[in-house]
Structures are given as structure tokens and as C-alpha cells.
């Protein structure tokens, strides 16, 4: 099943989806390499518990006409991801 929520981009909030995605047992967090809006999510979140953490570069999602918005464009990543068919950039530590 497909659950889409939506989050801030205060630290306090990205804390709060992290407690979520372990309450949740995500096992796989997907984003995109935008701009550098990726960074907080990334660095919060990078050490979940029993989670792999991947960004992921644009270009090589965006493959698909027709998507216009972040909730298509998170669904639709979510999809290849669930399916392997995404990999992972390089982030240095």
C-alpha cells in the first residue's frame, strides 16, 4: 500500500519524520539530488536504523513524461526504488 505524507524542512520536523520512518519500519529512503535541498533530509536521516539512505540524481528518474508534481514525482520514486532500479550517488562524508 501507498501512504504519501508530506514534511517541513525544519530541522526539528525532518527529527520528527525520522522518528516516523522508524515507527513506520522503512527499510528504504529515497530522495532526489536537488539543488541542495536533499542535505538536511540527507544528514538526518542518513543513520536509520535498519534503513539504507539514497540519493539519488535526477536525470536518471526523470525519465517519465506526465509527472508535474513532488507527490507524483515521490511516488514515482518510491516505485523504482521498490523495484531496485535506481543507484545510489556518490556522498562524500
Partial sequence: SEVVTTWGSMTNTILAL???LIEQQVTLVLMEATSDYWKPYYYLLE????????LVNA???????GRKTDVN????????????????SFVPP
Fill in 18 to 20: 525520522r522518528e516516523h
Fill in 47 to 54: 543513520d536509520l536504523p535498519g534503513c539504507e539512505v539514497m
Fill in 59 to 65: 536525470r536518471h528518474v526523470k525519465n517519465v513524461p
Fill in 73 to 88: 514525482d515521490a511516488t514515482w520514486l518510491a516505485q523504482l526504488g521498490a523495484h531496485g532500479l535506481v543507484r545510489p
